[in-house]
């Protein structure tokens, strides 16, 4: 439960203060097998199953580094714009929790393996803001601990708690920024656009599921605030294992205004770790926050230094893909967007939907009105990801050739797409389960347009005279009573000629 804290308002921190950012981010690597054992690294499954002598610490059992994990975090790197290192080597870094069975983490302290880097970021009105890199090292993820009987599902207030150890040992990259300063108001803004940017191009590189849901992406974020013209950095505090990029932003802006609040009361902010509640928007106080010495790191004695060759770093920086930026230029160019078309498709996170729907057959323009215009709308509706959706491109396409075929009107198409999301099937299973087909036969055409017309004999007098534009009235007739099955166009053809047109 999120404790209740005086909040200044948000503009009055701006005032006063300058944010200080400083984000790190965990990123699951989705290797076959986890970092220094060969037991599978998966999602999921029934508990304490992927385990091992290693990953569970039992005495005698010696890691080996898993080779895939170290050119990732190059890769990583290199598309950050690092140094890579040309010797670096693990620490241990002791302390003891429950769901780490060999009571220290495989981590890299000193000697990360990439470090001094930068990350160009977008806002949404354009701005570009450059975040810099301090280091990107690898680690060790640590198992799962699940407290049963509580109210808010933590520790506290739990009658028992759970251990599970399939996660322990899941190779992770942690991501570490230097300080971001000079934002201001855009603080918040800025760190979710950070990890926004940075979730696009670890999905491009092919190294992460990018899961914020799954934990497979997770971001702690760092706030402390400067009086306005000091040079002097406050005490800070660390959100812990932030997992959505709304929530980033969130978080961030929260404890801005906690942060004020308590400095303008003469109080101090105390550095600890603290606990971000989806539910109300707000943290809560976590642990004071321990420092390096705590840890009593020291370099692990059980595995050899890692010394990549420079023809090794040359060789992952030739695999490096197109990056998303770069993407969507091209795209851009391409699809003749303007840069508004472009924010809208990026920030619905339908760019490459979007793409994959226009190999499959459609024009950009045809894709991106059922991805941003429609089906951003059922996403949102449900409350998942845009990609969550149970349909996909390749349907997207087919329903979009019925249109064009003239098999489908427009309304027919959101039927059976609503049809695909429902799991009814492909569209063509939907088209047939639900009777949607257009009726095109002009036998059945000119029956309904004579109804009608019967129906509206002063409607068909103002057509007979020249009064083309009343056609409008008889075919909406003609939809309903064919409840929107009929070709529109052909039924207006058949209104003017039955009319002398």
């Not at 999921?44 to 610490?57: F, Y």
């Not at 961030?252 to 009361?265: K, Q």
């Not at 642990?287 to 390096?292: D, G, I, L, N």
């Not at 087909?437 to 005279?465: M, N, T, Y």
């Amino acid at each position: 439960m999120t404790t209740a804290y005086e909040l200044m308002d948000y503009d009055e921190v701006i005032e006063r203060f300058d944010p200080v950012l400083g984000l790190e981010v965990h990123v699951e690597l989705h290797t076959a097998t986890k970092m220094f054992c060969g037991c599978a690294n998966v999602f999921g499954g029934e508990p304490n199953t992927n385990v091992c002598p290693v990953c569970l610490g039992l005495p005698g059992a010696l890691p080996v580094v898993n080779g895939t994990a170290v050119e990732s975090a190059m890769r990583i790197g290199l598309a950050l714009n690092c140094e890579i290192a040309e010797w670096c080597r693990f620490a241990r870094k002791n302390y003891f929790y429950p769901d780490m069975p060999k009571n220290f983490q495989t981590s890299q302290y000193d000697e990360p393996i990439a470090f001094n880097g930068w990350l160009d970021v977008t806002l949404d009105d354009g701005e570009v803001v450059r975040v810099e890199i301090e280091r990107a090292h690898m680690e060790e993820d640590t198992g799962k601990s699940l407290h049963v009987g509580g109210a808010t599902g933590r520790i506290h207030g739990a009658e028992h708690s759970l251990l599970d150890y399939n996660r322990a040992g899941v190779p992770l990259i942690e991501i570490v920024t230097k300080t971001i300063s000079g934002t201001g108001a855009r603080a918040p803004e800025v760190a979710r656009a950070y990890v926004t940017a940075l979730r696009d191009l670890l999905k491009a590189l092919d190294v992460s599921d990018v899961r914020m849901d799954q934990g497979s992406l997770r971001c702690d974020a760092n706030v402390s605030l400067m009086p306005k013209g000091s040079d002097v950095l406050g005490t800070r505090t660390e959100t812990k294992n932030v997992n959505s990029l709304r929530s980033v932003e969130r978080a961030v802006r929260f404890e801005m205004t906690r942060h004020g609040a308590v400095l303008a009361g003469g109080g101090s902010i105390r550095q600890e770790t603290r606990h971000f509640d989806e539910s109300t928007g707000g943290t809560s106080s976590g642990r004071a926050k321990e420092t390096a010495e705590d840890y009593r790191y020291f370099p692990e004695p059980d595995l050899v230094p890692v010394a990549p060759s420079r023809e090794w770093v040359e060789q992952l920086r030739g695999t490096l893909p197109e990056l998303p930026w770069e993407r969507r230029k091209r795209i851009q160019t391409e699809w003749s967007l303007t840069d508004a078309e472009l924010r809208d498709l990026v920030n619905s996170g339908a760019v490459d939907l979007v793409a994959a729907t226009v190999e499959a057959g459609t024009t950009p323009a045809e894709a991106r009105s059922w991805w941003v215009a429609y089906l951003t709308k059922e996403a949102n509706g449900r409350g998942v990801e845009l990609g969550e959706l149970a349909i996909t491109p390749v349907q997207i396409a087919r329903v979009v050739a019925l249109v064009n075929a003239g098999e489908l009107t427009n309304k027919l198409a959101r039927e059976v797409v609503t049809g695909v999301l429902a799991g009814e099937g492909e569209p063509e299973a939907v088209i047939e389960a639900r009777g949607l087909k257009v009726v095109s036969d002009d036998s059945a055409l000119e029956k309904a347009v004579d109804e009608a017309l019967a129906a509206q004999p002063d409607i068909a007098a103002k057509i007979r005279d020249g009064k083309v534009a009343a056609a409008g009235a008889i075919v909406g007739a003609v939809m309903k009573a064919t409840k929107g099955q009929a070709d529109a166009k052909r039924v207006r053809e058949l209104v003017i000629a039955r009319c002398g047109g």
